[in-house]
C-alpha cells in the first residue's frame, strides 16, 4: 500500500514544465499527517477487501442458467450488502485520493461570494463531490462486475509457480485491467453524471445546507466535463481504486490454492489422519480435496522418495496400505465422473426433462460439500476457531450469512433449499422465486455445475495416477501397482469413451467474453479440453512406459483394441 500510494502521490501531482517542484511537492505529501491517515483509512478498506474475498469465494463457478437468474443474483440480499459496502469502500478511496490531490479537489465545502450582497458563504465543491460520487459507482461497478465475471472464482493451477513467480507474471495484467476498467468507468460515469449530476448535487447541498456556486461552470454539462484536468484525475484515481482491489484478489488467489505437502505415511497414529491417503478420502471438505490431488500429482513428479513410500510394504503384514489407498480414491472419483458423464449425456438426450425421483435417487450424488478454508484442519488442527483457521472462518451466526454460507461450514438449515443436497447458492430446486429458475433448468445447470468441478479434481488425478503407475515400471520392487494395473487402464479407457461421447454433444460457447481486461477466472469455460488432452496425455504416459508388455495386461479385448491406437500413437 506505501508503494501504490507513491506511485500516485507521484502521478496527480505531475509537473511535466517543474520537474524539482514536482518532486519536492511530492517528498513533503508523503510525509504529511493527512497523507499517513490517508494509508490507514486504505488499508482498513484493503482488509475489508479481503474479508470479502474470503467470505465470496467459491471453488465451483456461477454460471446463470438465465438472464432472470443473473438478475436474482445481483438482487440478492446479501449481494445487495456486498454492493452497497463497495460503495461504501469507493468513496472512501475516492475521498483518500481527493485529499492528496489537493487544490481544487480537496474538500466538500469551500469559501464562495454572494454576488447579491458580496458576503461569503460555504458553497458546494462540485470537484470533491464528483469525485466522491465517482468512487461510489466504481464500488458498484466492481461489485457488480464480480457476480457477471465470476471473479471470485477460485481455480487452481494445472502448472505450479512458485509465490513470487506467479505474483510477477501476473502484476502487468492486473495493472492492464485497473487503467481499462477505470477508463470505462470513468466514460460510464461522466455520460450519468451528465445526465443525472443535478439532483444528487442539489440533494447533498440542501441538506448540508450549501450555498451553489452559480459563478462556476457546472459540472453537469458539457463544458464543465470537457475538463482534461478533471478527466485525468478521475483516471489516475480510479485506477488506484480498482489496482487496489484486483491486487487483493490476485494475492488471495495465489495464497489460497499454494501447493500443500501431505505425509504420505506417519509413525504415530494420531497423525494418520493427517497423511495423504486419508486426506484423498475427505469427503466433508472440498478444499482439501484439491489439496490433496494436487500434493498427489506433484509428488508423482518430482519426489522420488515420496513415490517409494506410496509403493512401500507397511510391516509387519506386507500390505501395500498406502497404494491401495490412493489408487481406489483415485478410480473411485473416475468412476463418479464416467457416471456423471453419462447421466448428463441422458438429461440432454431427454431434452433437458427432469428424470423422476427414482431416477433422481439413482443418480449419484457428490459427496463434497463445499467448504471454506475454515474448516480445512478441522479434524486436526484444534477445531475451526483456533489461532491457525480463525482467519478463514466466516461467522455464521451473522445476520448477513446466507444459507450458502451455512451449508458452506456444514451447518444446514431444514426449511434451506439446499438442505440434504448439493447445490449453487445460486441454484434452488423449490419454488420459483426471484433468484430461481424453473425445475428443469436448475437440473441441468446443477448437472453442469457438478461436472465442472469433477473436470478440475480429475485433471489433478490423471496427472497423479499416470506418473505413479509409469514410475512403477523401475520403482516398485514389490509389484504393487501390477495388482491394480488392469482395474485402472479400464477405467481410464472407459472414461475416455464416456468424454468422446461428451463432446459431441451440443454446448455452449467455450470462447471467453469479448473483454480486453477481465480479472474473472474464466478457465472452466475450456475445462473439458484441459479433461481430454489430460486424460489422453495419462494414457500416453502409461503406454509410453510400459510399451508392448500391456498385452500381458488382463483387460477386455475392446479396450485392448483401443489401447492399442495409443501404443501405435493414433490417439
Not at 494395473?485 to 461428451?502: G, T, W, Y
Amino acid at each position: 500500500m506505501p508503494v501504490t500510494a507513491a506511485v500516485f502521490v507521484l502521478l496527480s501531482r505531475f509537473s511535466l514544465f517543474h520537474p524539482i517542484q514536482w518532486i519536492s511537492e511530492c517528498t513533503s505529501l508523503l510525509t504529511a499527517s493527512s497523507t499517513i491517515f490517508s494509508l490507514v483509512v486504505l488499508c482498513g478498506v484493503v482488509l475489508i477487501t479481503g474479508l470479502f474475498n474470503l467470505e465470496f469465494y467459491t471453488l465451483v463457478p456461477s454460471i446463470p442458467c438465465s438472464r432472470m437468474a443473473l438478475l436474482g443474483t445481483v438482487l440478492h440480499p446479501r449481494q445487495c450488502v456486498h454492493s452497497l459496502v463497495y460503495c461504501t469502500m469507493g468513496m472512501l478511496v475516492m475521498w483518500c485520493a481527493s485529499v492528496t490531490i489537493g487544490g481544487r479537489y480537496s474538500t466538500l465545502g469551500i469559501p464562495c461570494r454572494q454576488s447579491e450582497s458580496g458576503e461569503v458563504v460555504t458553497c458546494l465543491n462540485e470537484y470533491h463531490l464528483f469525485l466522491l460520487l465517482a468512487g461510489a459507482f466504481m464500488g458498484y461497478s466492481h461489485s457488480f462486475l464480480g457476480v457477471v465475471q465470476n471473479m471470485y472464482y477460485v481455480s487452481f493451477q494445472p502448472i505450479q509457480q512458485y509465490k513470487y513467480p506467479r505474483f510477477k507474471g501476473c502484476l502487468p495484467m492486473v495493472v492492464k485491467c485497473s487503467v481499462i476498467q477505470s477508463l470505462y468507468s470513468a466514460r460510464n460515469f461522466a455520460a450519468l453524471y451528465f445526465f443525472f449530476g443535478y439532483a444528487p448535487k442539489t440533494w447533498i447541498s440542501s441538506t448540508l445546507h450549501l450555498q451553489i456556486d452559480s459563478s462556476l461552470q457546472p459540472l453537469d454539462s458539457l463544458t464543465g466535463l470537457l475538463d482534461f484536468s478533471l478527466l485525468y484525475h478521475l483516471t489516475i484515481s480510479g485506477t488506484f481504486l480498482y489496482f487496489t482491489w484486483y491486487l487483493t484478489v490476485l494475492l488471495f488467489r495465489i495464497y489460497v490454492t499454494e501447493a500443500y505437502s501431505f505425509p504420505v505415511q506417519s509413525t504415530f497414529t494420531e497423525d494418520a489422519e493427517q497423511c495423504l491417503p486419508k486426506v484423498l478420502a475427505e469427503t466433508n471438505t472440498l478444499v482439501m480435496k484439491f489439496f490433496a490431488l494436487q500434493d498427489l500429482a506433484l509428488l508423482s513428479q518430482h519426489s522420488l522418495s515420496r513415490r517409494l513410500e506410496v509403493f512401500c510394504l507397511s510391516q509387519p503384514g506386507g500390505h501395500p496400505h498406502n497404494w491401495n489407498a490412493i489408487s481406489r480414491e483415485c478410480l473411485s472419483l473416475l468412476s463418479e465422473l464416467t457416471q456423471r458423464l453419462v447421466a448428463h449425456q441422458d438429461a440432454v438426450a431427454s431434452n433437458g426433462r427432469v428424470k423422476s425421483q427414482s431416477d433422481i435417487a439413482e443418480t449419484p450424488r457428490l459427496g463434497v460439500p463445499l467448504r471454506t478454508p475454515g474448516s480445512v484442519f478441522k479434524s486436526s488442527v484444534g477445531g475451526v476457531h483456533s489461532a491457525l483457521t480463525a482467519p478463514f472462518t466466516p461467522d455464521v451466526d451473522s445476520p448477513f450469512s446466507s444459507p450458502a454460507i451455512r451449508r458452506l461450514v456444514g451447518q444446514q438449515e431444514p426449511r434451506s433449499p439446499w438442505f440434504g443436497t448439493v447445490q449453487s447458492p445460486h441454484i434452488m430446486r423449490r419454488g420459483p422465486k426471484l433468484w430461481s429458475a424453473s425445475t428443469g433448468e436448475t437440473g441441468h445447470i446443477t448437472c453442469l455445475f457438478v461436472l465442472k468441478m469433477h473436470f478440475a479434481l480429475c485433471c489433478f488425478c490423471f496427472q497423479g495416477l499416470s506418473h505413479l503407475v509409469a514410475a512403477s515400471f523401475s520403482e516398485d520392487q514389490f509389484g504393487v501397482v501390477q495388482t491394480t494395473l488392469p482395474n485402472i487402464l479400464s477405467c481410464l479407457v472407459v472414461l475416455l469413451e464416456a468424454v468422446d461421447r461428451h463432446f459431441k454433444l451440443p454446448h455452449a460457447s467455450s470462447k471467453p467474453a469479448r473483454a480486453v481486461c477481465r480479472m474473472g477466472d474464466s478457465t472452466y469455460k475450456t475445462l473439458r479440453f484441459a479433461l481430454r488432452a489430460a486424460l489422453k496425455t495419462a494414457i500416453y504416459k502409461i503406454t509410453t512406459t510400459f510399451g508392448e508388455h500391456l498385452n500381458a495386461v488382463n483387460i477386455s479385448t475392446e479396450h485392448r483394441k483401443r489401447l492399442q491406437q495409443f501404443l501405435e500413437f493414433k490417439e
